[in-house]
């Protein structure tokens, strides 16, 4: 077969689950490279073959944790569920800082308070106007120089 993978009939029975031979070869160390990529594959995919390779191993098989190991998973946790909180009262007090910013923007309350009208000076155009006439100007030198260099060169 040209691409695939040859499973051998020991590793996995006629309903498609590990057999006790992979579960005791696992145990030893002794699968091949493909084979354990097969079966890790096959743990992830099928929980009826996962809960069989967890209980295929005794207590006295299994490592031992170093001393202090469960205190350390406990506080990591502690310190992540308090980062957390930090960060949920942090984003409050932004979306509170915001909130007040938006409202002193978007709204004349201020001159109310002051009981003064909001006078709004007209934008003054005239150097606007200035550099627009000069761009013109210049632009219709540049289009009266070209029609008279393109009527040279056809006479």
């Known amino acids: 077969?040209?691409?695939?993978?040859?499973?051998?009939?020991?590793?996995f029975n006629e309903n498609g689950h590990i057999t006790k031979i992979l579960i005791q070869r696992f145990k030893e160390g002794s699968l091949s490279d493909n084979e354990l990529v097969l079966m890790s594959e096959h743990i992830c995919l099928c929980d009826t073959c996962a809960d069989v390779l967890a209980d295929a191993f005794s207590n006295n098989e299994l490592a031992d944790a170093p001393l202090g190991f469960e205190q350390e998973v406990i506080g990591k946790i502690k310190k992540k569920k308090e980062s957390n909180t930090q960060f949920i009262f942090y984003s409050l007090r932004v979306i509170t800082a915001?909130?007040?910013?938006?409202?002193?923007?978007?709204?004349?309350?201020?001159?109310?308070?002051?009981?003064?009208?909001l006078d709004v000076?007209?934008?003054?155009?005239?150097?606007?106007?200035?550099?627009?006439?000069?761009?013109?100007?210049?632009?219709?030198?540049?289009?009266?120089?070209e029609v008279f260099d393109n009527e040279k060169g056809k006479k």
Do not use: R
């Open 121 to 145: 000076n007209p934008i003054s155009l005239s150097s606007i106007n200035t550099i627009s006439a000069s761009l013109n100007s210049f632009s219709k030198k540049i289009i009266n120089m």
């Open 98 to 117: 915001a909130s007040i910013a938006l409202i002193f923007v978007f709204s004349n309350s201020l001159n109310f308070i002051a009981n003064k009208p």
């Open 1 to 11: 077969m040209e691409g695939g993978v040859y499973v051998s009939c020991t590793l």
